[in-house]
């Protein structure tokens, strides 16, 4: 099949996917309480989080289940998309309350400076921003941005979907109370489980509110029964958690979290260069560039076309396409996960033969 090479869903490692291939098992058991027990344990210690939680379904019901379980009706909540992602997360802060959007052009990113203006004039209780607009390959620099909002007094709700683990966070230093990310992306396991997050403050918030738009994504639900025995309120992707697992182990394996962050820094700033080198322009603002997936602007349509089909049918690697104002000429190569830096050599090669 080749190699994939897009940023979600990522290759997952043989023994990752094996981890799935077990006798099956109960939730309501000694055996599922261990697993979930551990899966909570290790996301609260690598996300710095007071809670967290393991949802059975993707990344966007995870984003949704802290917005639905976060921000009331009339809770005015400041949306500062810059690409497609962010404009998801802003359909979905206008269904549960009331959303104030701020949006940057596709390929910008958000910093203090830009972000401060907005949040000043507001007037919102709440900032939903994500961290790593997959689609255009940016990265907003959330850490000013968030601390920012906090001296304001306001909740912060990030979407790390596709920024972590390679991108550097910790929700204390960061400043963010609720924060998600999805089994397919940088963790490498299988699609499937939204993994979030929560501070201190956002734990408070939902667990004292009384008018909680859903029921299997009321988070009261999910904390009371993690609290009586570790288990999770309705029945779980088991085989997934059992995969989540082993990638975690993996994570630790190739030296946690700095080594996520080392390892995902060089290959953003490699594969730059040589497309750089190339002569290719980026679809990121300099200094936004993301960590995890890199998009770069082809001469034109029929190019970027063309790049994308040769690089499947004569070498075996699947990139995509970027999205919104470079959705014709924009290319994206993921490295995020347990990529190699030989199979992104590789393809920068291939692509350099199919230019010339
Ligand atoms: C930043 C970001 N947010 C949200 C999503 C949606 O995630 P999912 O498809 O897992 O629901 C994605 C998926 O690519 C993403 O990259």
Not at 15 to 25: D, G, L, R, V
Not at 281 to 291: D, I, L
């Amino acid at each position: 099949m080749g190699v994939l090479l897009a940023p979600g869903p990522v290759p997952v490692l043989k023994e990752i996917s094996e981890a799935q291939c077990k006798e099956m098992i109960t939730h309501r058991s000694g055996d599922f309480t261990k697993l979930y027990g551990d899966l909570v344990t290790r996301m609260k210690a690598y996300f710095g989080a007071e809670e967290a939680y393991v949802i059975t379904g993707s990344g966007a019901l995870g984003l949704e289940t802290l917005i639905l379980n976060l921000c009331g009706k009339e809770d005015r909540v400041l949306c500062l998309p810059n690409g497609e992602f962010g404009d998801h997360q802003a359909t979905t802060v206008k269904v549960y309350a009331n959303a104030i959007v701020q949006r940057l052009e596709d390929g910008k990113g958000w910093n203090l400076e830009r972000a401060k203006p907005h949040i000043d004039a507001s007037g919102a209780k709440v900032l939903a921003m994500v961290y790593n607009e997959t689609s255009m390959g940016v990265r907003n620099d959330i850490k000013e941005i968030c601390k920012y909002a906090k001296s304001k007094g306001m909740l912060t709700i990030i979407d790390g979907i596709s920024a972590w683990p390679g991108t550097e966070f910790n929700m204390q230093s960061y400043h963010v109370d609720a924060f998600v990310t999805g089994s397919q992306k940088g963790i490498a396991a299988p699609p499937g489980m939204a993994l979030i997050g929560l501070g201190k403050e956002a734990a408070e918030r939902y667990a004292k509110r009384t008018d909680i738009p859903s029921y299997y994504c009321d988070l009261r639900r999910h904390k009371k029964r993690y609290e009586q025995d570790q288990q999770t309120p309705n029945t779980p992707a088991i085989t997934l958690f059992w995969a989540l697992q082993k990638a975690f182990d993996v994570l630790d394996q190739k030296g946690g979290l700095p080594g996520a962050v080392k390892r995902h820094h060089e290959a953003s700033a490699h594969v730059r260069k040589r497309l750089e080198g190339m002569g290719f322009q980026m679809t990121a603002e300099k200094g936004f560039e993301s960590m995890t997936v890199t998009g770069f602007v082809c001469k034109d349509a029929g190019q970027a076309k063309s790049i994308k089909s040769r690089l499947g049918s004569e070498f075996g690697f699947k990139i995509v396409g970027a999205r919104g104002k470079y959705k014709d000429t924009g290319l994206r190569i993921a490295h995020m996960g347990n990529f190699e830096m030989k199979d992104l050599d590789a393809c920068l090669d291939a692509i350099s033969k199919i230019v010339k």
